[in-house]
Antibody, heavy 113, light 108 residues
């Protein structure tokens, strides 16, 4: 069974960075794209970007190009997303997903001073 | 950018009723349209991909149709466990994707 285990909730101060992880079991991430999606409180889904773990190539939605940095470690079968220069508007649940077909449980990021 | 408009935003229906949700794209998306179900407090779950293909393990009461700019998700007989928010996703503008704003489905 394929499972995605995301890291725990984060509380970040404005202007700082956080790095989220998404560990995959039951599937080799080299064989897929890893996507990241967010959901602000009470709102819809927003596609952030995706990484090809086999070569590190990334694509970002325009509004996240200076906000998110996607990386992957194929040796540990884990994908990462760093969010920089945190603002209150970044408060959201962040999901990772294999090919947008199998999703992690989400990580809540709260930005507050 | 391709914009996705879902309607209605909110829908109340009875158990056993046939339910139809709509998703309209701002331009032709060539059937690269997926549907997701999200229950409260859970991650989204893929229901249908490429307009009308049922994802593994999804009940056959769910079906999808459409072409061009207009797409539909149908639940043939609403069940209590179908209460959720439903999102469409266009993948025509690969690798840039866009979700609709969602339709919240509740029981009457």
């Amino acid at each position: 069974e394929v499972q995605l285990q995301q890291s725990g909730a984060e509380l970040g101060k404005p202007g700082t960075s956080v790095k989220l992880s998404c560990k995959v079991s039951g599937y080799n991430i080299r064989n897929t794209y890893m996507h990241w999606v967010n959901q602000r409180p009470g709102k819809g889904l927003e596609w952030i970007g995706r990484i090809d773990p086999a070569n590190g190539n990334t694509i970002y939605a325009e509004k996240f190009k200076s906000k998110a940095t996607l990386t992957a470690d194929t040796s540990s079968n884990t994908a990462y997303m760093q969010l920089s220069q945190l603002k209150s508007d970044d408060t959201a649940i962040y999901f990772c997903a294999i090919g947008l077909a199998i999703w992690g449980q989400g990580t809540l990021v709260t930005v507050s001073s | 950018d391709i914009q996705m408009t879902q309607s209605p935003s909110f829908l109340s229906a009875s158990v056993g009723e046939r339910v139809t949700l709509s998703c309209r794209a701002s331009q032709n998306i060539n059937k690269y349209l997926d549907w997701y179900q999200q229950k409260l407090g859970e991650a989204p779950k893929l229901l249908i991909y490429n307009t009308n293909n049922l994802h593994t393990g999804i009940p056959s009461r769910f079906s999808g149709s459409g072409s061009g700019t207009d797409y539909t998700l149908t639940i043939s007989s609403l069940q209590p466990e179908d209460v959720a928010t439903y999102f469409c996703l266009q993948r025509n503008s690969w690798p840039m994707y866009t979700f609709g704003a969602g339709t919240k489905l509740e029981l009457k």
